[in-house]
């Protein structure tokens, strides 16, 4: 994940974690990666990777604030270095700073665009908020159709909080009625600051490094997502899909689970039994074992200096994606949706198992509630596949009918 403008953005999302990154670099920082960095990072990025198909995903901060001739220079870059290879690029955006100049770039080089929008207007603006306060909502919406009119592929993007979480069936269908096709659900949960935080200038909680004996417990935010209500959240959007929109409508979460269910393996890192392949490299080139993890220390090394492959097949690296499996606490081991979920992220894990033994996702009953109650229906699209026959018929089950699922979801 590159992040070319760092943690600079034009809003001020109260629930962001990024933007505070800023506090890690000098006080006159220019965030930007400079020209030499950027060819570098996409020169090894192509080379090491012995595929036929190399996906760039930018993200920031708010990568627009760049402007569409940097990104003209990126694809020029790729095209220079791209050795036979085919290129995608994913780009992630808030949505308020489209133009047509965006949206006509985007399609004519074939970028997928993620547009993060919280639901309707109560609900998005509520905490996507501008640099004064004010909603941006039109705004977004209005990125959004322009998307539309020159036939950019997107998805949407929602930071499931604990305001919008309330009303989950509004939010699906708003995003499902406004042209969203691939819909992406992110639940947000932040601690408050520890010490080690706190001397660093940062506002949020340090993760659990891999290498600690247990996780103390911190309060979360006041909009972080609660258990009891992510659940009821997924529960409620899936009766609502399973019954009406499957093979119509693509709910990423919904996507893995059912990969998981036939065995495939996960393609979403959060449900993968390890990590470590998902690094995120900064402005000036510095890569960090993961997103969420961009500390000191999981500070990799720099892109001018040393090589991505290297980084990513360090040592510590290593460790730190062993760690999702080996870390796991016998509670979660025996579990018997394990293999649905895998722990989940581990930076969510700071909770104590019902016998005191650390390491227990904040999350974990959100998702044993959801895994055990869509499994029927996942067994059901599950067999549908292997016999070749479309996961949308299980639409036609009379054992899926909306009023019995959400019964069994509010038990």
């Known amino acids: 994940m590159a992040k070319p403008i760092g943690p600079l953005c034009n809003l001020d999302c109260q629930y962001c974690f990024y933007l505070e990154k800023a506090a890690l670099f000098p006080a006159n920082e220019r965030f930007r990666m400079s020209d030499d960095v950027l060819e570098e990072y996409i020169r090894q990025y192509i080379l090491e ?6 996906s760039f995903a930018w993200q920031g901060g708010e990568p627009t604030l760049l402007g569409v001739d940097y990104f003209r220079r990126v694809v020029e870059l790729q095209n220079r270095h791209r050795g036979g290879k085919r290129i995608l690029n994913a780009f992630q955006t808030n949505g308020t700073l489209l133009d047509d100049a965006w949206c006509a770039f985007f399609a004519e080089n074939r970028f997928l665009v993620g547009l993060s929008l919280d639901g309707p207007p109560k609900l998005h603006d509520a905490l996507r908020v501008n640099k004064r306060g004010g909603g941006t909502y039109q705004h977004v919406i209005r990125g959004l159709r322009l998307l539309q009119k020159h036939r950019v592929e997107f998805n949407t993007l929602t930071v499931v909080n604990r305001i919008n979480a309330a009303k989950p069936l509004d939010l699906y269908r708003f995003l ?42 911190l309060p979360v935010t006041e909009w972080s997502v609660e258990p009891r209500q992510y659940g009821n959240f997924l529960c409620t959007i899936f009766d609502e899909w399973v019954q009406h929109d499957v093979g119509k409508t693509f709910v990423q979460l919904f996507d893995v689970t059912l990969g998981n269910w036939m065995g495939l393996g996960s393609s979403l890192c959060y449900f993968s039994e390890t990590c470590g392949t998902a690094l995120a490299i900064e402005h000036n080139g510095d890569v960090f074992s993961c997103d969420h993890y961009v500390y000191p220390h999981f500070h990799l090394g720099n892109v001018l200096n040393s090589s991505l492959g290297g980084m990513v097949a360090s040592e510590f690296q290593q460790q730190f994606g062993n760690a ?46 959801f895994f055990h109650h869509s499994a029927p229906a996942m067994r059901h699209m599950a067999a549908l596949l292997r016999a070749g026959r479309p996961a949308s018929e299980v639409m036609a089950g009379t054992s899926h009918r909306p009023d019995s699922v959400r019964m069994a979801c509010t038990r």
Do not use: M, W
């Open 49 to 54: 990777q012995d595929v036929p198909e190399i």
């Open 324 to 369: 999702k499996r080996d870390s796991l606490p016998a509670y979660c081991r025996a579990c018997d949706v394990r293999h649905l979920c895998h722990g989940e992220c581990p930076k969510r894990r700071f909770l104590r198992t019902p016998d005191g033994e650390p390491g227990l996702n904040y999350l974990c009953s959100a998702y044993k509630r």
């Open 176 to 217: 499902r009625e406004t042209g969203s096709g691939y819909l992406q659900f992110i639940p947000v949960v932040e601690r408050l600051p520890d010490a080690e935080a706190r001397a660093l200038g940062l506002d949020l909680a340090v993760p659990p490094r891999v290498d600690e004996e247990g996780a103390v417990r």
